[in-house]
């Protein structure tokens, strides 16, 4: 897919552009409301995502490498085989989100909430999770 195809539920057609904004890699889409769109294997490496709402999104195996997704809402997202290598989650919100097999290698998770995602797979390595915070057991844990 050479750009995000959205899907007509989101209010999109193929190849427009969000609010005036371009779709794709380096794509500026801080703020936008992309709730339920359909973003499944979309290239968006370096995008700017920032408090972007992503609830329910499908961003299945999306490349979102280096994007800046701080404080964005992606609760409830499919983010399964998604690609967030050094992805800046700072503040976010991935409360029951799908992160199965996700690649989050040196991503910012510092005070994102985790709890109910699922991270089975999910490839954490050198990633900061300070004062993020997951569930164990049924304790909302915060990370140090």
């Avoid at 920032?50 to 964005?72: E, P, R, S, T, V």
């Avoid at 510092?110 to 300070?130: K, M, P, V, W, Y």
Wanted: proline letters at 0%; zero cysteines; charged letters at 25%.
């Amino acid at each position: 897919m050479k750009s995000a195809t959205l899907l007509r539920r989101a209010g999109w057609g193929r190849n427009q552009k969000v609010y005036g904004r371009k779709i794709g890699k380096g794509a500026n889409l801080a703020w936008a409301n992309l709730t339920g769109a359909n973003l499944a294997k979309a290239k968006l490496t370096r995008a700017n995502l920032a408090w972007a709402d992503l609830k329910d999104a499908d961003l299945k195996g999306a490349d979102l490498k280096g994007a800046d997704l701080k404080g964005a809402d992606l609760m409830d997202a499919n983010l399964m085989d998604a690609n967030l290598t050094e992805a800046d989650l700072k503040g976010a919100d991935l409360t029951r989100a799908d992160l199965t097999r996700a690649n989050l290698m040196d991503a910012n998770l510092t005070g994102a909430d985790l709890s109910g995602a699922n991270l089975t797979g999910a490839d954490l390595s050198e990633a900061n999770l300070t004062g993020a915070v997951v569930v164990i057991g049924n304790r909302r844990v915060e990370l140090k």
